[in-house]
């Protein structure tokens, strides 16, 4: 694409959110398109990724590549209080150098292990600075507007990546040992067979109490946990460049129109757009 039709799309791809909500809530596992910022400044949350949770803290900074699920449950005691970022990596990967990797903190660490780090009330003042500006400029149609908007994201993800630089990340809360153990076979073991019925008959454990269990650990079902992995899976062949038939069955699903109304249902698009718009970027 040209310089102009570049521009266009990292501003259109930025979405920068300054979220309060009251009423408790219990979000579903989910992963996005993009990358996420995320900032929480407030409120009675756990916040789950993968197979750990944190109980957040004000000034806790997370950071998510489009391949880690995660949900926030919000207890409803204190207003809950956030601001996200989200962007397009694709955009962003001209902007790296050989010694300043822009999308480093997302990319390189363990998932679910090393997402959050803890920031001072002038680190949190710093950055949520950052963001307005970087939202001011990206809705902005000012001469200039476009130019500005790449420095200010670019001037953000590097005080990110060095916030994370400096600091040891926040210990996460791990889940027992036996779910812990499901969730690696899971990762391991996606395929049409995959069910509570044949993992509570590995593991040994009667299927109730593991449904019971895992509910009680992750805060979701046993089974949207296996389709989130299994349309994430999916998401990472079709970036491959594996077909929607091949993704399919290679990612664990035996029905193809199920698999397209599963995709399509989390992803928000369809596996052939979200190929489509990858191989495009």
């Known amino acids: 694409m040209n310089s102009d039709e570049y521009y266009l799309e990292l501003r259109d791809s930025i979405s920068i959110m300054d979220l309060y909500t009251e009423e408790p809530y219990d979000a579903r596992f989910h992963f996005h398109e993009d990358y996420e910022i995320y900032l929480f400044q407030g409120g009675d949350v756990d916040l789950y990724i993968e197979q750990s949770f944190h109980h957040m803290q004000r000034g806790h900074l997370a950071v998510f590549n489009d391949r880690e699920i995660h949900r926030a449950c919000h207890y409803g005691e204190i207003p809950y209080k956030r601001i996200a ?20 903190c997302f990319q390189n660490h363990r998932p679910g292990r090393d997402n959050v780090i803890l920031l001072s009330e002038e680190q949190m003042d710093n950055l949520i600075k950052l963001c307005k500006r970087l939202d001011a400029v ?3 149609l000012e001469y200039g507007a476009d130019i500005l908007t790449a420095s200010c994201l670019a001037e953000l993800l590097v005080y990110v990546n060095s916030l ?20 690696d076979y899971i990762d391991t073991h996606l395929s049409p067979e995959l069910s509570l019925a044949s993992i509570a008959e590995c593991f040994s454990i009667d299927r109730y109490y593991l449904s019971h269990l895992f509910k009680q650990q ?16 999916a998401k990472q062949l079709l970036t491959e460049g594996k077909t929607v038939t091949e993704a399919c069955y290679l990612s664990g699903f035996n029905d193809y129109n199920n698999f397209i109304r599963t995709f399509k249902k989390i992803a928000g698009i369809s596996p052939g757009q ?7 970027k």
């Open 164 to 183: 994370y630089r400096q600091y040891r990340q926040e210990k996460p809360v791990i889940p027992d040992k036996t779910i812990t153990a499901i969730l």
């Open 274 to 280: 979200y190929q489509k718009g990858f191989l495009m």
């Open 85 to 104: 970022v989200h962007f397009n990596p694709r955009l962003v990967q001209g902007m790296s150098t050989s010694s300043t990797n822009l999308l480093g």
């Open 218 to 233: 992750t805060g979701n079902t046993l089974y949207h946990y296996i389709l989130i992995k299994k349309t994430a899976a």
């Open 138 to 140: 990206s809705s902005s």
